[in-house]
């Protein structure tokens, strides 16, 4: 089987050393290992980092069952720059012409949603030249903007995006099949769709790589300390990600505060990551001398500081509508219990499994209760990061996930794959 995973947001370089790959990354790599050939499109501009791997639409082989097509676009500065906008219409564009340029096509396509315009790209493509195409849900576009209205002007959202919400259901009712991270993302896709669930709609989680964490070595203990000046001997409340507007680090400093007022000097926030209001966040840190900003961490970097730490923090914000990120896998993955403002799927997993504590977002009071609460009793400390860590393994080890992807991409092959003549 043939497949093209087309994708707006993957880090780059692909398979390159301490890059942990993220979705498309992890399913590509899943299927040439077994046995079938991917392509696996996305910009040569990285997200994340803002700097362009590639700046030409050109094609790489990693291996010989394993191809990357880098599309051609302009990039932007950061998150919110308008060029970001028309980066996303040229690779849209640059990936429909370079398509219809291919004298072979694959038996399937995957994209996912966001972009809408890469996704409409991929969809009217599929449709054209007749190729089953799956949509898989990871972020709720648009509607990710409805936060920005108040209660009383919610309506506004539905005249101002009436477009893209348009968009989205063509894309969707396009799809022979739709994917998605969870099942409120999928609930979501179906009703946007306009029609009946059917046995091709398949949630698949996230997850987390499958890692090895062990008791962290004095050498690497002292690699920390002289790095980024970080007291091991401390309880290490840990957070990681890409600043944006779903994250809540306004009253992560706030909780750091309280804990201060009320002679908590044992209990160290670290802040890793990258993004929006960046700067802001470094300056915060600085003013408050139990809270540690450390930037970006390479993979290998990451792996020491959640051997390292003692809690996971998941601190979203009252109006993120992620449903099962990927987040609290990766505490999960290293034993740490979570610490959770997120409601929905991902509070009921946490109170059902006992794998940490839900706590009201924008709530400075309700998280530091909860951190002083994880202090006073390290035995349910240990209990949560274990029953986290038997969780994860059962059920949201990536491995296991993309695999079992795989084996549902050879049945939607076997249903309607593409059998014909290439161009027919």
Same mark, same amino acid.
């Given at each position: 089987?043939?497949?093209?995973? %087309? !994708?707006?947001?993957?880090?780059?370089?692909?398979?390159?050393?301490?890059? $942990?790959?993220?979705?498309?990354g992890?399913?590509?790599?899943?299927?040439?290992?077994?046995?079938?050939?991917?392509?696996?499109?996305? *910009?040569?501009?990285?997200?994340?980092?803002?700097?362009?791997?590639?700046?030409? =639409?050109?094609?790489?082989?990693?291996?010989?069952?394993?191809?990357?097509?880098?599309i051609?676009?302009?990039?932007? @500065? #950061?998150?919110?720059?308008?060029?970001r906008?028309?980066?996303?219409?040229?690779?849209?564009?640059?990936?429909?012409?370079?398509?219809?340029?291919?004298?072979?096509?694959?038996?399937?396509?995957? @994209?996912?949603?966001p972009?809408?315009?890469?996704?409409?790209?991929? !969809?009217?493509?599929?449709?054209?030249? #007749?190729?089953?195409?799956?949509?898989?849900?990871?972020d709720?576009?648009?509607?990710?903007?409805?936060g920005?209205f108040?209660?009383?002007?919610?309506?506004?959202?539905?005249?101002?995006?009436?477009?893209?919400?348009?968009?989205?259901? $063509?894309?969707?009712?396009?799809?022979?099949?739709?994917t998605a &991270?969870?099942?409120?993302?999928?609930?979501?896709?179906?009703?946007?769709?306009?029609?009946?669930?059917?046995?091709?709609?398949?949630?698949?989680?996230?997850?987390y790589?499958?890692?090895e964490? @062990?008791?962290?070595?004095?050498?690497?203990?002292?690699?920390?300390?002289?790095?980024?000046?970080?007291?091991?001997?401390?309880?290490?409340?840990?957070?990681?990600?890409?600043?944006?507007?779903?994250?809540?680090?306004?009253?992560?400093?706030?909780?750091?505060?309280?804990?201060?007022?009320?002679?908590?000097?044992?209990?160290?926030?670290?802040?890793?990551?990258?993004?929006?209001?960046?700067?802001?966040?470094?300056?915060?840190?600085?003013?408050?001398?139990?809270? =540690?900003? &450390?930037?970006?961490?390479?993979?290998?970097?990451?792996?020491?500081?959640?051997?390292?730490?003692?809690?996971?923090?998941? *601190?979203? =914000?009252?109006?993120?509508?992620?449903?099962? *990120?990927?987040? *609290?896998?990766?505490?999960m993955?290293?034993s740490?219990?979570?610490?959770?403002?997120?409601?929905?799927?991902? @509070?009921?997993?946490?109170?059902?499994?006992?794998?940490?504590?839900?706590?009201?977002?924008?709530?400075?009071?309700?998280?530091?209760?909860?951190?002083?609460?994880l202090f006073?009793?390290?035995q349910?400390?240990?209990?949560?990061?274990?029953?986290?860590?038997?969780?994860?393994?059962?059920?949201?080890?990536?491995?296991?996930?993309?695999?079992?992807?795989?084996?549902?991409?050879? %049945?939607?092959?076997?249903e309607?794959?593409?059998?014909?003549?290439?161009?027919?």
């Open positions: 089987m043939f497949i093209w995973n %087309v !994708t707006l947001y993957e880090p780059l370089p692909v398979g390159g050393k301490n890059i $942990r790959p993220m979705r498309s992890l399913l590509s790599n899943s299927f040439y290992k077994s046995g079938h050939n991917v392509e696996l499109w996305l *910009p040569g501009f990285e997200h994340v980092h803002h700097f362009h791997y590639q700046k030409e =639409s050109v094609r790489e082989a990693l291996n010989e069952k394993y191809n990357i097509q880098y051609k676009g302009c990039g932007y @500065t #950061n998150d919110t720059n308008p060029k906008l028309i980066h996303n219409k040229q690779i849209a564009q640059e990936f429909y012409r370079l398509a219809k340029s291919r004298s072979v096509l694959p038996d399937l396509i995957i @994209t996912q949603i972009s809408l315009e890469l996704a409409e790209a991929v !969809t009217k493509f599929a449709e054209e030249f #007749n190729v089953p195409v799956i949509v898989d849900i990871r709720l576009w648009p509607d990710v903007y409805k920005f108040p209660d009383w002007c919610k309506f506004l959202y539905g005249i101002f995006f009436q477009s893209e919400i348009r968009r989205v259901r $063509r894309i969707l009712r396009k799809a022979n099949a739709i &991270v969870s099942k409120k993302f999928l609930e979501w896709g179906i009703d946007h769709a306009k029609r009946d669930v059917t046995v091709y709609d398949r949630v698949f989680h996230i997850g790589p499958a890692e964490f @062990t008791q962290i070595s004095k050498n690497r203990l002292e690699y920390i300390e002289n790095k980024y000046r970080i007291n091991p001997k401390k309880m290490i409340v840990f957070f990681a990600g890409t600043f944006c507007d779903s994250y809540d680090l306004d009253t992560v400093f706030k909780s750091a505060a309280i804990l201060l007022e009320k002679h908590f000097f044992d209990v160290e926030f670290i802040i890793a990551g990258r993004g929006k209001n960046e700067k802001l966040i470094q300056k915060i840190c600085n003013n408050l001398n139990n809270v =540690s900003f &450390v930037g970006w961490l390479d993979a290998n970097e990451l792996k020491l500081f959640l051997e390292l730490s003692t809690i996971g923090l998941a *601190p979203y =914000s009252k109006n993120a509508l992620m449903s099962l *990120p990927n987040k *609290p896998f990766e505490y993955a290293a740490l219990p979570i610490l959770n403002s997120l409601k929905g799927e991902l @509070t009921q997993l946490i109170d059902e499994k006992k794998v940490g504590i839900n706590y009201q977002a924008g709530d400075a009071s309700s998280l530091s209760d909860s951190i002083m609460f006073n009793n390290p349910e400390v240990l209990c949560m990061g274990s029953q986290g860590k038997k969780i994860f393994d059962n059920s949201f080890n990536s491995e296991n996930i993309y695999l079992d992807f795989v084996k549902y991409l050879e %049945v939607l092959n076997n309607f794959g593409r059998k014909k003549d290439r161009r027919n």
